[in-house]
């Protein structure tokens, strides 16, 4: 089974009115795993195992490009559950704010 060295991170908007200001959703990409490689002085975060042949780098690209894609409709799905959810709560609000004021 190959290594997964990325994942979407996402955090829920809140839209509560007690809270005031609405806070949107939010995601990053980040590293699930990595290694540091030092190099002349320098210091790298790697995002792929040692590769010692251009095939190698090939793969781990390759391996890369598909966990990016799979991020890719994550965070799709992720935005459009987020979306939903807000326009559920902001209903729910507005349905409030009625039956208070009449």
């Not at 996402?10 to 509560?16: F, L, R």
């Not at 598909?66 to 799709?76: F, P, R, V």
């Given at each position: 089974m190959a290594n997964v060295y990325l994942q979407l991170l996402?955090?829920?908007?809140?839209?509560?009115p007690e809270k005031r200001l609405p806070d949107t959703a939010?995601?990053?990409i980040a590293l699930k795993l990595g290694s540091t490689a030092r190099v002349n002085q320098t210091e790298f975060t790697t995002i792929s195992?040692?590769?010692?042949?251009s095939e190698e780098v090939e793969e781990a690209a390759d391996l890369l490009?598909?966990?990016?894609?799979?991020?890719?409709?994550?965070?799709?799905?992720?935005?459009?559950k987020e979306k939903k959810d807000r326009t559920q709560i902001l209903k729910k609000n507005k349905h409030q704010r009625d039956t208070e004021s009449v």
């Open positions: 996402g955090i829920a908007g809140n839209h509560k939010r995601a990053y195992e040692e590769c010692r042949t490009i598909e966990e990016l894609k799979t991020i890719k409709k994550q965070a799709a799905g992720f935005f459009k």
